[in-house]
C-alpha cells in the first residue's frame, strides 16, 4: 500500500497517482515504466519509492481511490430518498455524470484490473459488488412495490451500468448536447425498460465523432470488469 507521509509528501504522492493515470491511459500498465513515470513529475525513479513500493501498489492505489470515491459519493447522493423510482433517477445521473468527468479513471479502473494481483483485485471487484448492489437494491424493491418490470435484477443491473458507462466511449464536452440532456435522454431509457415502456438501448452515437486523442483500447463496461 502507499507509505505514510507529511503533507509535502502527500502532494508528490498526488503528484505521482495523477501522472500514473495519465501515463496508464495513454500508453497502458504494461508499457508506462516507472522512468517515465518519476520524469514526469520531476524526480529520480528510486525516489518514487518513498512514495509507492512497486508500480503494482501504485495501480491498486488508483484503481481503489476511484471505486471508493464512486461508491461513497453515490451512498451519499442516495441517501435519504426512499423510493425507487427516485432512487433509480438518482442513481442514473450520478452514475453519468461522475463517468462524463473521469473517463481516464474509468478506463483504467475497467481495462487493468486484470493488472492487479489477486488479491488487490479482489479489493476492487468487492467494491464493484457493493456498487452494483446499489443499483440492483432498487430494482429489487421497485419490482416488489409493482412499481417497476424486472424480472432478473441482476442482469438488469450490469445492463443498465454497461449502457450508463458506455458515456465514456464518446461524450466530449461542448457538443450539440448538454450534459443534461444527455442525463435526460439516458435516464428516459433506462426508466422505459424498467416500467414496461420503451426498451432499453444505448443512446445512438454520432456518425462521425469529434477528433481527441484516444488510448489504444476502449473502456469495458463496470459489469463485465466485475464478473472477470
Given at each position: 500500500?502507499?507509505r505514510?507521509?507529511?503533507s509535502?509528501?502527500?502532494?508528490?504522492?498526488e503528484?505521482i497517482?495523477?501522472a500514473g493515470?495519465?501515463?496508464?491511459?495513454?500508453h497502458g500498465?504494461e508499457?508506462?515504466s516507472?522512468?517515465?513515470l518519476?520524469a514526469?513529475v520531476?524526480?529520480q525513479?528510486?525516489?518514487?519509492y518513498?512514495y509507492?513500493?512497486?508500480?503494482q501498489?501504485?495501480l491498486?492505489d488508483?484503481?481503489?481511490?476511484h471505486?471508493?470515491?464512486l461508491?461513497?459519493?453515490?451512498e451519499a447522493?442516495?441517501a435519504g430518498?426512499?423510493?425507487?423510482?427516485?432512487?433509480?433517477?438518482v442513481?442514473?445521473?450520478?452514475h453519468l455524470?461522475?463517468h462524463?468527468?473521469?473517463?481516464?479513471?474509468?478506463?483504467?479502473?475497467n481495462m487493468e484490473?486484470?493488472?492487479l494481483?489477486?488479491?488487490?483485485r479482489a479489493?476492487?471487484v468487492?467494491?464493484r459488488?457493493?456498487?452494483?448492489?446499489?443499483?440492483?437494491?432498487i430494482?429489487?424493491?421497485g419490482a416488489?412495490?409493482?412499481?417497476?418490470e424486472v424480472?432478473?435484477p441482476?442482469?438488469?443491473t450490469?445492463?443498465i451500468i454497461s449502457?450508463?458507462?458506455?458515456i465514456c466511449?464518446?461524450?466530449?464536452?461542448?457538443?450539440?448536447?448538454?450534459?443534461d440532456?444527455i442525463?435526460?435522454?439516458y435516464?428516459?431509457?433506462?426508466i422505459?425498460?424498467?416500467?414496461?415502456?420503451a426498451?432499453l438501448?444505448?443512446?445512438?452515437?454520432p456518425?462521425?465523432?469529434?477528433?481527441r486523442?484516444k488510448?489504444?483500447?476502449r473502456p469495458?463496461?463496470?459489469?463485465k470488469?466485475?464478473?472477470?
Amino acid at each position: 500500500m502507499a507509505r505514510t507521509i507529511g503533507s509535502n509528501g502527500a502532494r508528490t504522492a498526488e503528484a505521482i497517482r495523477q501522472a500514473g493515470v495519465k501515463l496508464i491511459y495513454k500508453h497502458g500498465y504494461e508499457a508506462m515504466s516507472l522512468r517515465q513515470l518519476a520524469a514526469e513529475v520531476g524526480l529520480q525513479s528510486g525516489s518514487l519509492y518513498k512514495y509507492f513500493d512497486n508500480k503494482q501498489t501504485l495501480l491498486f492505489d488508483i484503481v481503489r481511490d476511484h471505486m471508493e470515491d464512486l461508491l461513497g459519493k453515490a451512498e451519499a447522493d442516495l441517501a435519504g430518498i426512499e423510493d425507487p423510482l427516485a432512487r433509480l433517477r438518482v442513481f442514473c445521473a450520478f452514475h453519468l455524470r461522475y463517468h462524463m468527468t473521469r473517463v481516464a479513471h474509468v478506463f483504467i479502473a475497467n481495462m487493468e484490473i486484470r493488472s492487479l494481483d489477486e488479491a488487490h483485485r479482489a479489493v476492487v471487484v468487492g467494491l464493484r459488488r457493493r456498487y452494483e448492489g446499489l443499483l440492483e437494491g432498487i430494482l429489487r424493491q421497485g419490482a416488489a412495490q409493482g412499481v417497476f418490470e424486472v424480472r432478473e435484477p441482476k442482469v438488469a443491473t450490469y445492463a443498465i451500468i454497461s449502457m450508463l458507462t458506455g458515456i465514456c466511449m464518446w461524450y466530449l464536452p461542448g457538443g450539440r448536447l448538454s450534459q443534461d440532456e444527455i442525463v435526460d435522454t439516458y435516464t428516459a431509457l433506462v426508466i422505459g425498460g424498467v416500467t414496461g415502456g420503451a426498451p432499453l438501448q444505448p443512446l445512438a452515437v454520432p456518425a462521425e465523432l469529434p477528433e481527441r486523442e484516444k488510448p489504444a483500447r476502449r473502456p469495458a463496461s463496470v459489469a463485465k470488469a466485475a464478473r472477470t
